[in-house]
């Protein structure tokens, strides 16, 4: 049987993990070296919900780089970059949407 | 202006002292982020999509002119040179760092400004009119009667822990700017029979999933009960108000279960024990908060001045004048509404530039004060009429001088998905698009009186339930789609708007709202006419059938 994570995790294709740096906010993605990038780029890529639940629980370990970890659908582009996979995730890459005021 | 003590100043050191103390912890993993968020969070800090943001109390929605330009310096310095004014006389900062948070609150105390208590399951700020003290309508400053509020509800510790946020808002004008009936509590200031100053008091409206008008709980209040009524209502809702359900515990909820005249009753039977006793207002205790709000010397002069018919030969200068100059209760006098809703920028945004712009003004004719409204403009509500033309120029060259106040292109927005972590859907830019849509100011003004209001989820922090016109932003399979309302009204004949029809998607938004305008234009009974009015005479089918019939 599934443990209550499993079952809430859905994971139908490439996933990565995502936090906020706690300094500043930023928004930050697990790497491979159990580090925090802020470029999408240098994330770990999963495919499985098995997998995501362990990367998410290493991300958890500590606290004090990133806060709010969660899994984040992710889309590998035909030259093989990685780029958000929804609006928000975009948003949260890119900025807000508009031209912030100057 | 309210001039604060030395209890006051003293009070918010401490508690900047105290807030830097646990930044320190927090960054050093002595707190963990769970012991961590719900400080942050009494101090006005969130944590959004891609920041940190800091939102900062304006209470009542006064603001010196030394007030607005420390916003400005704590913009510049410690976010990107911008700050956006709410729906709740608030300003929010939405890209400090945690690591400078403790800097820049200190820099907001000096001045007497901070963010506690615009978080977390406490009273909030308390609104009212942004011409209060102005305004030739009211019956008293309603800025009194939320300054024993403020001081009353600050830190109180009965109310610190609430089912969920409590928000109170008091209009003394028979027009009601302050959205009352869509609060918490709303208190309606007026005089009864025998001419004494007491409150008619309204609970339970609210906006956000379960939206209601407030229900009248008693018609006149003397005022020196105020702080007893408030209190005997914070504890019926504090004993009976659901905590198991987030999505139940607001008041509004409580009251529409056991219905109002049951919560009345309830409230009632509480006040009757503690009515008479330590909360209690004498005429000292209210004349002491009443001596300490400083008003202009205001020296007579005469009604349109030769200088200002100068000025309105110049149509631009005339139809700012227009919409944005309205009447004060001294003669000779003006209250101007500042829009910051420049055609295509982001609602209620205002640059540190720009605020240093007014603050300016503020000083130079406006006796240092300027005013926030929950319609996300800026206001100077006092100022000579005379002065109008120097005023207009500066605020012209700063961008803050677009004469569609109260028209359709004086959107409320929300945050939305650009900024904020609850949204399902953007509001800045469908905002924007439908003021370009409606740049044409003499169109606008031909549409004449139409608010339109946006939230990027139901939590309805753009108060779309109210707007003449709302969307409400919602999320289906990943994309964004838009429910829209005609009919809702914040004003002192508050309703909620009836739905349209069926969400529609983004890009469809813009061009749905040109076929409303279109069809209101068509089917009015006369230019005088307004949308809201039309609305109500004819209800939403109307519109329904034409506007989907195009789409």
Same mark, same amino acid.
């Given at each position: 049987?599934?443990?209550?994570?499993?079952?809430?995790?859905?994971?139908?294709?490439?996933?990565?993990?995502?936090?906020?740096?706690?300094?500043?906010?930023?928004?930050?993605?697990?790497?491979?070296?159990?580090?925090?990038?802020?470029?999408?780029?240098?994330?770990?890529?999963?495919?499985?919900?098995?997998?995501?639940?362990?990367?998410?629980?290493?991300?958890?370990?500590?606290?004090?780089?990133?806060?709010?970890?969660?899994?984040?659908?992710?889309?590998?582009?035909?030259?093989?970059?990685?780029?958000?996979?929804?609006?928000?995730?975009?948003?949260?890459?890119?900025?807000?949407?508009?031209?912030?005021?100057? | 202006?309210?001039?604060?003590?030395?209890?006051?100043?003293?009070?918010?050191?401490?508690?900047?002292?105290?807030?830097?103390?646990?930044?320190?912890?927090?960054?050093?993993?002595?707190?963990?982020?769970?012991?961590?968020?719900?400080?942050?969070?009494?101090?006005?800090?969130?944590?959004?999509?891609?920041?940190?943001?800091?939102?900062?109390?304006?209470?009542?929605?006064?603001?010196?002119?030394? +007030? =607005?330009?420390?916003?400005?310096?704590?913009?510049?310095?410690?976010?990107?040179?911008?700050?956006?004014?709410?729906?709740?006389?608030?300003? +929010?900062?939405?890209?400090?760092?945690?690591?400078?948070?403790?800097?820049?609150?200190?820099?907001?105390?000096?001045?007497?400004?901070?963010? @506690?208590?615009?978080?977390?399951?406490?009273?909030?700020?308390?609104?009212?009119?942004?011409?209060?003290?102005?305004?030739?309508?009211?019956?008293?400053?309603?800025?009194?009667?939320?300054?024993?509020?403020?001081?009353?509800?600050?830190?109180?510790?009965?109310?610190?822990?609430?089912?969920?946020?409590?928000? @109170?808002?008091?209009?003394?004008?028979?027009?009601?700017?302050?959205?009352?009936?869509?609060?918490?509590?709303? =208190?309606?200031?007026?005089?009864?029979?025998?001419?004494?100053?007491?409150?008619?008091?309204?609970?339970?409206?609210?906006?956000?999933?379960?939206?209601?008008?407030?229900?009248?709980?008693?018609?006149?209040?003397?005022?020196?009960?105020?702080?007893?009524?408030?209190?005997?209502?914070?504890?019926?809702?504090?004993?009976?108000?659901?905590?198991?359900? @987030?999505?139940?515990?607001?008041?509004?909820?409580?009251?529409?279960?056991?219905?109002?005249?049951?919560?009345?009753?309830?409230?009632?039977?509480?006040?009757?024990?503690?009515?008479?006793?330590?909360?209690?207002?004498?005429?000292?205790?209210?004349?002491? @908060?009443?001596?300490?709000?400083?008003? %202009?010397?205001?020296?007579?002069?005469?009604?349109?001045?030769?200088?200002?018919?100068?000025? =309105?030969?110049?149509?631009?200068?005339?139809?700012?004048?227009?919409?944005?100059?309205?009447?004060?209760?001294? %003669?000779?006098?003006?209250?101007?509404?500042?829009?910051?809703?420049?055609?295509?920028?982001?609602?209620?945004?205002?640059?540190?530039?720009?605020?240093?712009?007014?603050?300016?003004?503020?000083?130079?004719?406006?006796?240092?004060?300027?005013?926030?409204?929950?319609? +996300?403009?800026?206001?100077?509500?006092?100022?000579? +009429?005379?002065?109008?033309?120097?005023?207009?120029?500066?605020?012209?060259?700063?961008?803050?001088?677009?004469?569609?106040?109260?028209?359709?292109?004086?959107?409320?927005?929300?945050? &939305?998905?650009?900024?904020?972590?609850?949204?399902?859907?953007?509001?800045?830019?469908?905002?924007?698009?439908?003021?370009?849509?409606?740049?044409? =100011?003499?169109?606008?003004?031909?549409? &004449?009186?139409?608010?339109?209001?946006?939230?990027?989820?139901?939590?309805?922090?753009?108060?779309?339930?109210?707007?003449?016109?709302?969307?409400?932003?919602?999320?289906?399979?990943?994309?964004?789609?838009?429910?829209?309302?005609?009919?809702?009204?914040?004003?002192?004949?508050?309703?909620?708007?009836?739905?349209? &029809?069926?969400?529609?998607?983004?890009?469809?938004?813009?061009?749905?709202?040109?076929?409303?305008?279109?069809?209101?234009?068509?089917?009015?009974?006369?230019?005088?006419?307004?949308?809201?009015?039309?609305?109500?005479?004819?209800?939403?089918?109307?519109?329904?059938?034409?506007?989907?019939?195009?789409?």
């Amino acid at each position: 049987m599934a443990s209550p994570q499993q079952q809430k995790l859905k994971v139908n294709g490439p996933v990565a993990v995502t936090a906020n740096r706690l300094t500043d906010g930023a928004v930050v993605w697990r790497t491979a070296q159990e580090d925090w990038s802020p470029d999408l780029a240098d994330a770990l890529i999963v495919t499985t919900a098995d997998q995501a639940i362990a990367l998410l629980a290493s991300a958890q370990k500590r606290d004090t780089d990133a806060v709010g970890a969660y899994v984040a659908p992710v889309v590998i582009e035909a030259d093989g970059a990685i780029a958000p996979g929804n609006l928000r995730e975009r948003i949260r890459v890119a900025g807000p949407t508009f031209e912030l005021p100057h | 202006m309210y001039v604060y003590d030395e209890f006051d100043r003293a009070f918010l050191a401490e508690r900047v002292a105290e807030f830097r103390d646990q930044v320190a912890r927090r960054l050093s993993g002595a707190l963990s982020e769970d012991e961590f968020k719900p400080l942050r969070l009494m101090n006005g800090v969130y944590l959004q999509l891609h920041a940190y943001m800091l939102r900062v109390a304006i209470p009542y929605g006064t603001l010196s002119s030394d +007030q =607005l330009r420390r916003l400005a310096y704590v913009a510049r310095t410690y976010d990107r040179g911008y700050g956006h004014f709410t729906t709740r006389q608030n300003i +929010q900062f939405n890209w400090i760092k945690l690591e400078d948070l403790p800097d820049a609150m200190a820099a907001l105390a000096e001045v007497g400004v901070h963010g @506690i208590q615009t978080s977390g399951n406490c009273i909030r700020n308390v609104t009212t009119d942004q011409w209060a003290g102005a305004t030739p309508q009211e019956f008293d400053d309603p800025r009194i009667w939320a300054e024993i509020l403020r001081q009353y509800s600050t830190l109180h510790p009965e109310f610190t822990y609430l089912p969920r946020k409590f928000k @109170i808002a008091i209009t003394a004008a028979p027009k009601d700017r302050a959205a009352t009936k869509v609060h918490d509590v709303g =208190l309606r200031l007026h005089r009864n029979e025998a001419g004494e100053l007491g409150f008619e008091v309204l609970v339970g409206g609210g906006l956000g999933r379960t939206p209601f008008v407030g229900k009248s709980v008693r018609a006149f209040l003397p005022a020196r009960h105020l702080l007893s009524y408030i209190e005997a209502i914070m504890r019926v809702y504090n004993q009976y108000g659901r905590r198991d359900n @987030i999505y139940k515990a607001r008041i509004k909820i409580l009251v529409h279960e056991i219905g109002a005249e049951a919560f009345a009753k309830a409230v009632e039977a509480e006040w009757e024990a503690i009515r008479d006793g330590a909360l209690h207002l004498s005429d000292e205790i209210i004349a002491d @908060i009443r001596s300490r709000f400083l008003y %202009p010397d205001f020296q007579p002069r005469a009604d349109q001045p030769a200088a200002l018919a100068t000025a =309105l030969e110049d149509p631009a200068f005339a139809a700012w004048h227009r919409n944005s100059v309205h009447p004060h209760k001294v %003669p000779g006098h003006a209250i101007v509404t500042v829009s910051l809703k420049a055609i295509g920028a982001p609602p209620g945004d205002a640059t540190a530039d720009q605020m240093e712009v007014v603050a300016a003004l503020a000083d130079d004719f406006g006796w240092r004060e300027i005013r926030v409204g929950h319609e +996300q403009n800026l206001c100077l509500p006092n100022v000579a +009429q005379e002065d109008l033309p120097a005023i207009w120029r500066r605020l012209e060259a700063a961008g803050l001088a677009t004469p569609n106040v109260n028209h359709i292109s004086d959107i409320i927005a929300c945050p &939305g998905l650009d900024y904020c972590a609850l949204a399902n859907a953007r509001a800045i830019p469908v905002a924007q698009e439908i003021a370009k849509r409606f740049a044409d =100011l003499e169109r606008s003004r031909t549409i &004449g009186r139409l608010h339109v209001n946006i939230s990027g989820c139901i939590n309805a922090c753009g108060h779309h339930h109210v707007g003449h016109i709302g969307i409400l932003g919602v999320e289906k399979n990943g994309q964004e789609f838009y429910q829209i309302t005609l009919g809702g009204r914040a004003d002192e004949h508050a309703q909620l708007g009836t739905l349209l &029809g069926p969400a529609v998607s983004y890009e469809q938004v813009p061009g749905l709202i040109e076929d409303v305008v279109d069809t209101y234009i068509e089917l009015r009974a006369g230019p005088d006419e307004l949308f809201i009015d039309t609305v109500a005479r004819l209800g939403v089918e109307p519109f329904k059938e034409r506007v989907y019939a195009a789409h």
